[in-house]
C-alpha cells in the first residue's frame, strides 16, 4: 500500500521562483495536512483540510496557498518562495474523526526544499 | 490556542537505564498522540491516549495520560540503542471532522552503549 506520497522529494528554488508541492493518499481519508519541520521548531501546521472542498489556515499559512483537488489529493503552493520557506514539508492523511480508534495522522515521506 | 510542551529536548541515555519524557498541553485536550521519527524519515504513530488514565505500551514503551494535570508521559525502560529517535507528542484540537494535532518539538533520544 503506498499510504501517503509526496513529490517531488528534494527541491531547490531561487527567491521568487514559485512551486507546488503534490500530495495524494489513497486510504479513503477524509482530511488531509500540511506541516513543515524546522530544525529545534517541531511540526508546524500550514494548512489543512477536513474535506473536499474545505480549506483552513494552521499555524504558518502566510506565503502559502492549497488546493484540495478531490478527496485523494492535496497540494501546496509556494507562489513567491523565499528563504525562510526553507524547510521540509510533510503531507499528512486522517480518517474523519475515528470514535475509538482516535485516527492518528498518516505521514508521506516529505519534500525537502531549500530556497536561495 | 493549544500549546504543546516536552522536555526535555535532548535525552542521552545509557543502555539499560530508565527514563521518562514529559509532555504538557495547555488546553483541555481529550486525546494525546505519540509519534516516533528517525533521522531524515517520515512519522510514524507510537501510541493514541483517548482518555484519562489511558496507558499503552509496546516493548519498552509506555505512554500515559493525565487530562486534569495536562500531562502526558513517555516512559522508557531498559533503553536500547534502536530507540534512538526523535519522539514527538501531539495534542489534539476541534472536533467533529474538522480537527488538527499540535506537535511538541520533540526530544532527541540517543542511546549509548
Known amino acids: 500500500n503506498a499510504g501517503v506520497t509526496q513529490t517531488p522529494k528534494f527541491q531547490v528554488l531561487k527567491t521568487g521562483q514559485s512551486m507546488t508541492l503534490q500530495c495524494a493518499q489513497d486510504?479513503?481519508?477524509?482530511?488531509m495536512y500540511w506541516y513543515r519541520q524546522d530544525p529545534g521548531m517541531g511540526l508546524r501546521l500550514i494548512y489543512y483540510?477536513?474535506?473536499?472542498?474545505?480549506?483552513d489556515k494552521g499555524e504558518v499559512p502566510n506565503g502559502y496557498n492549497v488546493s484540495r483537488l478531490n478527496k485523494r489529493e492535496f497540494s501546496l503552493r509556494l507562489e513567491s518562495a523565499a528563504p525562510s520557506q526553507t524547510s521540509v514539508y510533510f503531507c499528512?492523511?486522517?480518517?474523519?474523526?475515528?470514535?475509538?480508534?482516535?485516527?492518528?495522522?498518516?505521514f508521506g515521506n516529505g519534500t525537502r526544499l531549500t530556497v536561495t | 490556542e493549544l500549546k504543546v510542551e516536552q522536555n526535555p529536548l535532548f535525552l542521552s541515555m545509557q543502555e539499560g537505564k530508565n527514563y521518562t519524557i514529559y509532555c504538557n498541553y495547555s488546553?483541555?485536550?481529550?486525546?494525546l498522540y505519540w509519534y516516533r521519527q528517525d533521522p531524515g524519515k517520515s512519522l510514524e504513530s507510537l501510541f493514541v491516549?483517548?482518555?484519562?488514565?489511558a496507558v499503552k505500551q509496546e516493548g519498552r514503551l509506555m505512554a500515559s495520560l493525565d487530562t486534569k494535570a495536562r500531562l502526558s508521559t513517555l516512559h522508557i525502560t531498559a533503553a536500547v540503542h534502536d530507540l534512538s529517535a526523535t519522539y514527538f507528542c501531539?495534542?489534539?484540537?476541534?472536533?467533529?471532522?474538522?480537527?488538527?494535532?499540535?506537535f511538541g518539538k520533540g526530544t532527541l533520544l540517543t542511546v549509548n552503549p
Open positions: 483540510s477536513a474535506s473536499e472542498g474545505t480549506t
Open positions: 491516549l483517548l482518555s484519562n488514565g
Open positions: 501531539a495534542g489534539y484540537s476541534g472536533g467533529g471532522s474538522n480537527y488538527k494535532l499540535t
Open positions: 488546553t483541555t485536550s481529550d486525546r
Open positions: 486510504m479513503n481519508h477524509n482530511s
Open positions: 499528512a492523511s486522517s480518517e474523519v474523526e475515528g470514535g475509538s480508534v482516535g485516527s492518528p495522522l498518516h
